[in-house]
């Protein structure tokens, strides 16, 4: 265990130092930014509808959102996965630039952005239902029980950010207690992932696209898995942590600054 904080704690710096670097190029232009940008986030609309199991490629997904293109074969709710994914990534970009303070409501409003037009009774709504996970011993709170415990999660988050944890562990623990308390009916993964990107831009770190590949994806459920049963949530957070490091290097390498 002690070795794994160790590695975390160094990659964590990693994470600052190449932040660090990013944040030295900025002011960027703002033409090469948005083309980057855009691609980026095609690239984790298109992986974080994978991890839940959309069908349309890396192509398709493109030609759906920014093209309107209408893919034969592929289901209605695929389409509207990816264009709402992309919708709701420019949501997170907005509302990191504003002084708003992160609660359940912008939880629910990037649920109900990724629901949107797929189900639109419960878009935006924490369930009335018990759920279960599908191929984890985890069992979610019974539904009387999810507003008490959104409540303490957001007490926690604030205490958190308080103690100056470091932006990433934060950004961890958003993504991990809102699929551990499994809040919604449906599209929980995709709100939690946003979440976590959402704290993330907003302390000048870069989007994490976790991908979607069936090793990637066992190794994702596994660290959540350790996490909500066993109450080990250092394999999720070096994880996390290992994404963003991977993301800024991409980001520096894309902007072309030296050996990033």
Do not use: W
Request: glycine share 4%; hydrophobic share 40%; with cysteine.
């Amino acid at each position: 265990m002690e070795n794994t904080n160790q590695e975390l704690q160094t990659i964590l710096q990693e994470c600052d130092t190449l932040k660090a670097r990013l944040s030295a190029m900025r002011p960027l232009p703002v033409e090469a930014l948005k083309k980057i940008e855009d691609a980026l986030a095609i690239e984790y609309t298109y992986e974080s509808n994978r991890i839940e199991g959309n069908t349309l490629t890396l192509q398709e997904t493109e030609l759906v959102v920014n093209e309107g293109v209408t893919i034969s074969g592929k289901s209605m709710r695929e389409h509207l996965e990816a264009i709402n994914h992309a919708e709701a990534i420019d949501y997170i970009k907005d509302f990191a630039k504003k002084n708003i303070e992160i609660s359940e409501r912008t939880i629910k409003e990037i649920h109900a952005l990724v629901l949107h037009g797929i189900n639109r009774e419960n878009a935006g709504r924490y369930r009335t239902v018990p759920v279960m996970i599908s191929g984890s011993s985890h069992v979610p709170p019974q539904p009387y029980l999810i507003e008490k415990q959104m409540e303490d999660f957001m007490i926690k988050f604030r205490e958190m950010k308080t103690e100056k944890l470091h932006p990433v562990l934060i950004a961890a623990y958003l993504h991990d207690e809102v699929v551990r308390i499994h809040p919604f009916i449906d599209g929980n993964g995709r709100t939690s992932r946003l979440l976590m990107n959402l704290y993330l831009l907003r302390n000048g770190y870069t989007l994490v696209n976790l991908k979607g590949s069936d090793d990637a994806k066992i190794d994702y459920y596994n660290a959540l898995e350790a996490s909500h049963v066993e109450k080990h949530p250092e394999a999720f957070q070096m994880l996390v942590a290992e994404a963003e490091r991977t993301s800024l290097k991409r980001y520096l390498s894309i902007l072309g600054e030296g050996n990033a």
